[in-house]
């Protein structure tokens, strides 16, 4: 059962009845019940952004991706690996390399809401045309807002890091040579991924001696990366109606993308 179900039923009405009867109570008494934080909480979750300047950010975002692939393209270890294998690597990885390059380029974004129907609007209408536009509506595009402030967040903390040249390079190493399914050289590529975080150690142990701390944080970093999701990431940054993602990631890697 949904969270949004369990607050109506706490709440003792139906969501229009909340929504009509939100102006009789005193506001910060209603929010204070478990019930009103849950409904909050619902909301937070449906509210969608997208960029703000989504022609500049599209633009930057594919560059930064199209200088991360050729990055990639030049590390030895991954020209060596058969082609699909490469591609699979590719595909797997594109997403936390885009928001690792966009540290190492400085390329940040703001967003603004979606102009979507209220709930209420939806609720009240009910004619046929409504009715046949409510698919299409559903379909514009968007991220929830967590996403996108996660992304940001991200970004603001790792520039805080004052993550070097080198420190880059292992870090896209170790997102890159990830051990995923249908590998033929998986173990090899497990080797490459350890490898990589190893030297990552090395590096910052030598060169940073003073603070222990900062494998620790470059490390969550990684693994914030990683649990990136491709889908969120390519509704932010990759213009709507180019193809599915697997085409315009593709055709960054292979260079058949061209700035617009």
């Known amino acids: 059962m949904s969270c949004c179900r369990d607050s109506e039923d706490a709440a003792g009405g139906s969501i229009l009845y909340s929504i009509l009867n939100r102006g009789a109570k005193c506001p910060q008494a209603h929010l204070e019940t478990p019930a009103a934080q849950q409904l909050c909480s619902c909301a937070s979750k449906r509210k ?17 991706l199209v200088k991360t692939f050729n990055f990639v393209k030049n590390v030895p270890c991954f020209r060596g690996l058969p082609a699909e294998d490469q591609l699979r690597l590719v595909r797997n990885s594109w997403a936390p390399l ?6 190492q380029y400085s390329v940040d974004f703001d967003t603004v809401e979606t102009q979507q129907p209220s709930l209420l609007h939806r609720i009240l209408t009910h004619s ?11 379909q514009d595009p968007g991220v929830p807002v967590s996403d996108a402030e996660g992304i940001q967040m991200f970004l603001v903390q790792c520039r805080r890091l004052r993550i070097s040249v080198r420190e880059h390079a292992f870090l896209k190493g170790a997102i890159l040579f990830s051990p995923v399914t249908e590998l033929e050289c998986r173990e090899y590529i497990h080797a490459l991924q350890s490898e990589a975080e190893h030297a990552l150690y090395e590096h910052v142990r030598t060169v940073h001696r003073g603070d222990t701390g900062r494998f620790g944080r470059l490390r969550a970093a990684l693994n914030t990366l990683r649990a990136m999701d491709p889908n969120a990431v390519a509704a932010l940054f990759f213009r709507s109606g180019t193809g ?16 617009k």
């Open 48 to 64: 969608l952004v997208v960029i703000r300047a989504p022609q500049l950010v599209f633009k930057a975002a594919s560059e930064v």
């Open 98 to 103: 885009l928001v690792l390059g966009m540290v």
């Open 128 to 138: 046929k045309e409504r009715q046949l536009r409510a698919p299409t509506e559903i």
């Open 244 to 259: 599915s993602i697997d085409e315009h990631v593709l055709a960054l890697f292979y260079e058949r993308w061209s700035p």
